[in-house]
């Protein structure tokens, strides 16, 4: 099986905003999948991801507060911007989908802006230098919910579904 996330991309303009970031210090990552809320690492079979885009369908909107460029614990672990999950929606899909984290990690949804699988330390430690007082501080309403799915370099979407009509 392929590895699979439950995702909201951002929407314009904020999706700009943070892709304007990525392609100037992500550019490999930034080329793979646009801007997005990462919801739910590795979705496990195609009943949890159906059910996580029927969760994300049954909100009336998905709000979160986009905040600021952090890293985990260092730049050359990634740079992200935080998600505040306004309502606990994300929380709530999380918790029915049964997600369950490996014990060593600390998940918590987000906006990649610098991976490390796609940027190499020294220029995490750049990008950090500049983003570290990055911030958008907005609360910004998420309405395209997909599941996307790694194929080869690429992450692509395998369904999407809006969580209004």
């Known amino acids: 099986?392929?590895?699979?996330?439950?995702?909201a991309f951002l929407p314009a303009p904020f999706g700009e905003q943070v892709d304007k970031i990525r392609t100037r210090w992500d550019?490999?990552?930034?080329?793979?999948?646009?801007?997005?809320?990462?919801?739910?690492?590795?979705?496990?079979?195609?009943?949890a991801?159906?059910?996580?885009?029927?969760l994300a369908a049954s909100r009336p909107e998905l709000t979160v507060r986009l905040t600021h460029a952090q890293c985990w614990g260092s730049p050359e672990a990634g740079i992200y911007l935080g998600?505040?999950?306004?309502?606990?929606?994300l929380a709530r899909i999380g918790r029915e989908?049964?997600?369950?984290?490996?014990?060593?990690?600390?998940?918590?949804?987000?906006?990649?802006?610098?991976?490390?699988?796609?940027?190499?330390?020294?220029?995490?430690?750049?990008?950090?230098?500049?983003?570290?007082?990055w911030s958008i501080d907005e609360t910004v309403a998420l309405r395209d919910v997909?599941?996307?799915?790694?194929?080869?370099?690429?992450?692509?979407?395998?369904?999407?579904?809006p969580s209004t009509e």
């Open 83 to 89: 998600v505040e999950d306004t309502h606990g929606d």
């Open 1 to 7: 099986m392929a590895r699979r996330q439950l995702t």
């Open 146 to 161: 997909s599941v996307i799915e790694l194929q080869g370099p690429k992450w692509l979407v395998v369904t999407r579904r």
């Open 97 to 133: 989908l049964m997600v369950t984290e490996a014990p060593d990690i600390s998940y918590e949804p987000h906006v990649t802006l610098v991976h490390p699988r796609t940027t190499m330390a020294t220029g995490s430690q750049e990008a950090w230098g500049h983003l570290a007082s």
């Open 27 to 47: 550019p490999e990552m930034a080329r793979r999948i646009a801007a997005h809320v990462t919801v739910i690492h590795d979705l496990d079979g195609d009943a």
């Open 49 to 54: 991801y159906r059910s996580g885009l029927d």
